[in-house]
């Protein structure tokens, strides 16, 4: 399997009673597959997947695996939790879920494990995983750092696929995995303002939030790094990487959903405690990038 191109961790839209929007879900991931994005993932951070009921996150597959079934697309499904046990019972889980194409497993959060149980927690989840797994490094949300030297040893691991490297900037461990990969080992860019120096540096492509936006542009970003264009690809990424700033200028996906709201593509921007509304200063910014 290959992760290249651009992935969507789809926002979780709610309705005006407070419910999933279902059909809303539906229309944003069939419109960013229309417009050239590689494959959806489900209960990324994006969707405030902490905030969901069991039912929701099952409701929320559902429909991402109805519309990825329907487009041929590939599904990342969000897995992790800080404890290994409990993830491993979740990746097994996914057995029910054939549309489900890789898990995308954080860090143990909050722990703070050594890097040496990092890697004994992913050691033991590849043991129990139906499918590829993609390590989410980020440490700035799970208080865990993972040095270059560990992230090429889990590369190396059966069904570690890759990494969803999102640590905050373009750091000496960044530029120093994506000069040696492990082989069958591909980076994706978490830290959507990074994305254009990340492909730059040889990433497959990039799971981004901001990509709900302009998809089509975050499309042709990754193209014309791949193809060569450079000066097609620091123009693009310049301007995208501005788009992505404002789109984090409040926490994640809260500037997002008041975007797509005045834009009529969900049906409210709400978001759930503890997160709260953001500014129309905020969400004004980016409409003005658009
Ligand atoms: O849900 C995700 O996957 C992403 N989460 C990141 C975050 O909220 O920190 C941002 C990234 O664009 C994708």
Redesign the pocket.
Known sequence: MTLRGVHI?LITPFAENGELAVEALEGLAHAVLDEGAAGL?AL????EVAMLSEEERRAVLETCARVCRERHAPLMV?AGSADTRSTAEALVALKAWPEVTAA?VTVPSFVRPSEAGVFAHFTALVERTPVPLVI?N?PY?TGQSVGVATLRRLGELPMVTGV?H?VGGVDLDTVMLLADLPSDFEVLA???PFFSALLALGASG?????AHLHTARFVELEQAWRSGDAERARVLGHRLSALSASV?AEP??TVLKGVLHSQGRIPTASVRLPLVPAGSASIEAVLRLL
Do not use: H, M, W
Not at 206 to 210: F, H, R, T, V
């Open positions: 961790p993932v990324g951070t994006t969707a969000g995308l989410y980020i949300r969803k999102a978490g830290d959507d990039g799971i981004l939030a901001s984090f994640n996906p």
